[in-house]
């Protein structure tokens, strides 16, 4: 039998392809030159005749001039928000207050490519994740509680729940529309009106959301926009006219806000920092476990108040965790956040970055060894590759401080005791993971770990349906779910 020849002649089948850039057309948006606040359902100019532009992550394009309200500005808004209470939408039917809910849950659906791309390019995160987690998880809040605005009665039964009035609430660069989403409409479903003040660096699809405002004949004045800094944010939170503070950033300004308004009678929630541990126990089946781990802390450039940032590994299977999370690393791509093949974005700002850059030579510097897997960064606007920390003491910065980037420090543990006792070990409690293959272990771990949500082997999923916040210097108070209602309520006790 003649043996069958091998051929030399051809090329080797290549083990991978390169992907071919598919960047999302930016067309959909049109961006006016420069905004003016949005008060009383009207564009306004700042009384304090300040701008300054919102610029673009990827390559410090600058987008449009956003006004930064002042004193002056912000009481306007307080006023226009006041007038619109009183003047009808606090007794508009709840029916009524529900369709307005519904409509815009229905435009943000039908303009969501619009204000994928809009999120992309103002903050920086991959269009995957604007188009596929932040805007149908937008329109999905108000869905949900356009269902609970005429239902409040069932919802606290026996307890007459009543709006507050105006609601004054400051949000983060992370997730823009989608922290306006969880602000705005249980709000609105509760018969309160708004002043909303975004964060400086991401402005953008929330002065486009007033346009959603405009086409859903929202009456005037129940929802206000007032852009600008820090500022506009302390003006907010002091303002006598304002009933109720809701605020989600860093706990250092958290702290500053609950003083400011300690005494005065105000509501207030605050949805702080974290600094999760994502447990890895060694029955867990490991390679999922790895997607999550890559979920938990590069998901939007690890730009996450419940980044799983602290990864535990049980001690037996250490190596092969860390090496198949090396060898997943290896596969992130890093780039321009329009493209649709991009699965770690810009980091948000200038300062973001030079804050991870002094974390993660913290790091170093005090003993950590660190891996990041090779990948071209592109040369404009400001970038950091996707870095795992290993020989981490739980004492070190990167172990026990925010990073808020794409930087994970692993540590190990034996038995669940030691897993339980190190992740509790930090001034934050918002979020953990677990991962086992059994129930029994991730029910009793739930209520030994000190976190506001517990993920069982997945990470980072969000519902309205659910519940979200933290304790201790994560904040207090919860968004989403009916517990997400109640403080934008006042009843009888
Ligand atoms: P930040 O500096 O606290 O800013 C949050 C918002 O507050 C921004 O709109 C900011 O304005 C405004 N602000 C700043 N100083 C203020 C003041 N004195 N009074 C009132 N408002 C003021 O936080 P960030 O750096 O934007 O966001 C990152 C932090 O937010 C992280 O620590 C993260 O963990 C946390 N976060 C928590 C959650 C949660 O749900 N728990 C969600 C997302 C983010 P500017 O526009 O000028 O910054
Ligand atoms: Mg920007």
């Known amino acids: 039998m003649a043996e069958v020849e091998k051929r030399q002649d051809r090329s080797p089948v290549p083990s991978a392809f390169e992907y071919a850039t598919a960047p999302e057309s930016r067309d959909i948006v049109r961006l006016e030159d420069r905004y003016g606040l949005f008060v009383g359902g009207e564009w306004v100019e700042p009384r304090s005749e300040e701008f300054a532009p919102s610029v673009a992550p990827r390559d410090e394009e ?37 369709k307005y809910l519904f409509r815009v849950a229905r435009i943000l659906q039908e303009r969501s490519r619009e204000f994928a ?5 103002d903050g920086g995160k991959p269009i995957r994740e604007s188009r596929d987690v932040d805007l149908p998880l937008s329109a999905a809040h108000f869905f949900y509680y356009a269902g609970w605005a005429d239902k409040l009665e069932y919802a606290f039964p ?43 660096s991401t402005p953008l699809t929330a002065l ?39 605020f989600t950033g860093s706990t250092e300004v958290g702290k500053e806000i609950m003083r400011a308004v300690a005494g005065s009678g105000k509501k207030l929630t605050l949805e702080l920092g974290g600094k999760a541990a994502n447990v890895i126990f060694d029955d867990a089946p490991l390679d999922q476990a790895v997607e999550g781990i890559i979920n938990g802390i590069y998901f939007n450039q690890g730009h996450v108040c419940c ?5 535990f590994v049980q001690e037996s299977v250490y190596e092969e965790v860390l090496a198949k999370l090396k060898r997943r690393m290896g596969t992130l791509r890093v780039g321009d956040p329009l493209d649709k093949n991009t699965d770690v974005g810009a980091i948000n700002s200038r300062e973001q970055l030079d804050r991870i850059k002094e974390l993660v030579a913290s790091g170093k510097e005090e003993g950590a060894e660190v891996y990041q ?61 677990v991962w086992t293959e059994k129930g029994s272990r991730i029910l009793s771990m739930a209520q030994r770990l000190k976190a506001g949500v517990i993920w069982a082997n997945t990470y980072n999923r969000f519902d309205p349906t659910s519940p979200f916040g933290g304790y201790k210097e994560s904040g207090f108070g919860r968004e989403g779910g009916l517990h997400g209602l109640a403080p934008y309520l006042t009843f009888d006790e």
């Open 307 to 311: 980044a799983g940032s602290r990864l």
């Open 158 to 200: 026996n307890r007459r729940p009543r709006p507050i009035g105006v609601a004054g609430q400051i949000i983060p660069w992370n997730f823009p529309l989608l922290m306006l989403s969880w602000k705005i409409a249980p709000a609105l479903a509760a018969g309160n009106t708004v002043v909303l003040k975004p964060a400086e």
């Open 117 to 121: 791309v809009l999120e992309s390019l």
């Open 62 to 98: 600058p987008l449009a001039e956003v006004a930064y309200a002042g004193a002056e500005d912000v009481d306007l808004a307080v006023g226009a928000a006041r007038d619109a209470f009183a003047n009808g939408w606090s007794d508009l039917a709840p029916s009524e207050r529900a």
């Open 208 to 246: 486009l959301f007033a346009d959603v405002l405009r086409q859903a004949e929202l009456p005037a004045g129940v929802v206000n926009i007032v852009t600008g800094d820090g500022r506009a944010g302390a003006e907010l939170v002091s303002h006598s006219g304002v009933d109720k503070i809701a």
């Open 373 to 433: 897997p090779p990948c071209r960064l592109p040369e404009k606007g400001w970038w950091f590759p996707p870095t795992v920390f290993t020989n981490v003491a739980q004492s070190y910065r990167i172990a026990q401080e925010e990073i808020f980037g794409p930087v994970l420090s692993v540590l190990t543990f034996r038995t669940p005791d030691e897993a339980v006792e190190k992740a509790n070990n930090t001034p934050y409690g918002l979020s953990a993971g």
